[in-house]
């Protein structure tokens, strides 16, 4: 069964930068670099919100507007791992960032909770002015 592993979260300062990564423990037999991949946010008392995605389809990456410019997500599939290169931090960005997954490739949009059948536990990342 396939398990994501959230690290890199800490508190900084506003215009700081973090590098969150996200391991898989195992890829049920699918190649990894097949996985559709998803990085969402819930700040406190706010719906969980879509951060980034990689779609194996046509290997497009989706940004939300609010990061665009700042964050980057990658993926090292020999390692089964992606990453979430965050830069540029403001308080705004203080939240429980999780890390998803759909093996499968299903016809969810990228940008939907909906998509992704797997979630890591979630890594805090803290913003202070």
């Known amino acids: 069964q396939v398990q994501l592993v959230e690290s890199g979260g800490g508190l900084v300062q506003a215009g700081d930068s973090l590098r969150l990564s996200c391991a898989a423990s195992?890829?049920?037999?699918?190649?990894?670099?097949?996985?559709?991949m998803g990085w969402f946010r819930q700040a406190p008392g706010k719906e969980r919100e879509f951060v980034a995605a990689h779609t194996w389809r046509g290997g497009k990456t989706y940004y939300a507007d609010s990061v665009k410019g700042r964050f980057t997500m990658s993926r090292e599939n020999a390692k089964n791992t992606v990453y979430l290169q965050m830069n540029s931090l403001n308080i705004e960005d203080t939240a429980v960032y999780y890390c998803?997954?759909?093996?499968?490739?299903?016809?969810?949009?990228?940008?939907?909770?909906?998509?992704?059948?797997?979630w890591g536990q979630g890594t805090q990342v803290a913003v202070s002015s």
């Open positions: 998803a997954a759909d093996p499968m490739g299903n016809a969810y949009l990228p940008t939907s909770r909906d998509k992704y059948p797997i």
């Open positions: 195992a890829t049920s037999g699918r190649p990894f670099s097949a996985f559709e």
